[in-house]
């Protein structure tokens, strides 16, 4: 076993998340929407991983279900040597201290009738960890760290502006000491002098008490600013997987291309859009996905072939895995179909 598989925290093996819709008519069949469909990855201890994509494509349902808050229809999640879809009641409940989220939305997460005190500290009445005292003393604590003070712990959720809410959200997930953290777009519903704010003392957090981070985005510039490692998904499948140097320096999915050339770069004095491609016509519906590539529709370079078969996830470099039969391998180097172009 190697290095890497002994250090890894969070493994996800061929996950898959389907709901039934129930039946479209008389007559026929129950649909059912694949949401996630087939999602592999692994989270070494301390770093982040950052799963990325545009709405719809199925990366908060995957952090949802690695968290049991979704069901798993398929597959596996592990963490540590705990197989966490097999755990129900009491052993489920146990297991939650080592695993916590931080919400995307800073204002519908918290109760407006809780003082910000009593916030982070369920957690810890939750699951029955420490003495009152040590609560009292953890909750404190945990207000330094995220840059509140003391005499806040008194205050309601409206007293608050929204990064100072989404501070509280991340005391309260640090509070039980997961090894774990899921980040749901965590800085997406605050103003962007703020999010700078967030993503420094996520990372900070980090350092400090090694913890280990699922990051969900659509922002490219926060995944580059925050991650170690990035997977891109695109209608339930993880089409490209790779390190971040490796992705942002050459990524090789034509959906990944379109979504790199999306991010404003500065040019000129000014910000603008990098050559950005635009893809036409809406992503294939979840219920019913195409046999073959399911970006194939959009793609800009798509063959004949790419719509007759589903290209497997293949390391074409060291750690680097793309899901699209148009990338070459020439001199041990890989080629993609699509190139971002320099603004």
Known sequence: ??????????????????????????????????????????????????????????????????????????????????????????????????????????????????????????????????????REARVAELFEAVGLRPEQQQLFPHQFSGGQRQRINIARALATNPELVVCDEPVSALDIAIRAQILNLLARLQRERGLTYLFISHDMAVVEHLCDDVAVMYLGQIVERAPRRSFFARPLHPYSVALMSAVPTVAGGRRRAANRIKLTGDPPSPIDPPPGCRFAGRCPVAEPACKAELPPLREVAPDHWVRCRRVDVFEGQPRPPLRLQPA
């Open 1 to 134: 076993m190697s290095a890497r598989e002994t250090d890894t925290l969070l493994t996800v093996n061929d996950l898959k998340v389907h709901f039934p819709r129930g039946k479209a008519g008389w007559g026929r069949k129950a649909e059912v929407v694949k949401a996630v469909d087939g999602v592999s990855f692994q989270v070494r201890r301390g770093t982040t991983l950052a799963v990325v994509g545009e709405s719809g494509s199925g990366k908060t349902t995957t952090a949802l279900s690695v968290m049991r808050l979704a069901p798993i229809t398929g597959g596996h999640v592990r963490l540590g040597d705990t197989d966490l879809g097999a755990l129900e009641g009491e052993a489920l409940r146990r297991a939650r201290s080592r695993m916590q989220i931080i919400f995307q939305d800073p204002f519908s997460s918290l109760n407006p009738r809780e003082r910000a005190g009593a916030a982070v500290r369920a957690p810890l009445e939750l699951m029955k960890i420490g003495t009152p005292a040590e």
